[in-house]
Nanobody
Framework: QVQLVESGGGLVEAGGSLRLSCAAS????????VGWLRQAPGKEREFVAA????????NYADSVKGRFTVSLDDAKSTVYLQMTSLKPEDTAVYYC??????????????WGQGTQVTVSS
């Protein structure tokens, strides 16, 4: 099992920045990919960004490319999502999730509790 704890959400004005953190514990060696996903009220959950553990190699949704940066600190077992030039449409609950390299099927196997990001216009 991998446990995930997100932090760093909050209320910010449009154009502002926030940095989300996702601290992992447990079977760190089993982490293959860490993803950030978000869900806005009344909408489907959507992919935001992901990064391979521990080598890096990030990828992004088109909607956040150039504004968001995903990174990891292997020594701290933490993945970050730096969000800049935030827009009201970025408002959502943001989740980090892990794909376990030893488990087949499904996109992500472990999820954090989520952190609210609200961008005011």
């Amino acid at each position: 099992q991998v446990q995930l704890v997100e932090s760093g959400g909050g209320l910010v004005e449009a154009g502002g920045s926030l940095r989300l953190s996702c601290a992992a514990s447990g079977r760190i060696f089993s982490i293959y990919t860490v993803g950030w996903l978000r869900q806005a009220p009344g909408k489907e959950r959507e992919f935001v960004a992901a990064i391979r553990w521990p080598v890096g190699s990030p990828n992004y949704a088109d909607s956040v490319k150039g504004r968001f940066t995903v990174s990891l600190d292997d020594a701290k077992s933490t993945v970050y999502l730096q969000m800049t030039s935030l827009k009201p449409e970025d408002t959502a609950v943001y989740y980090c999730a892990v794909k376990d390299r030893f488990r087949t099927g499904g996109e992500y196997d472990y999820w954090g509790q989520g952190t609210q990001v609200t961008v005011s216009s």
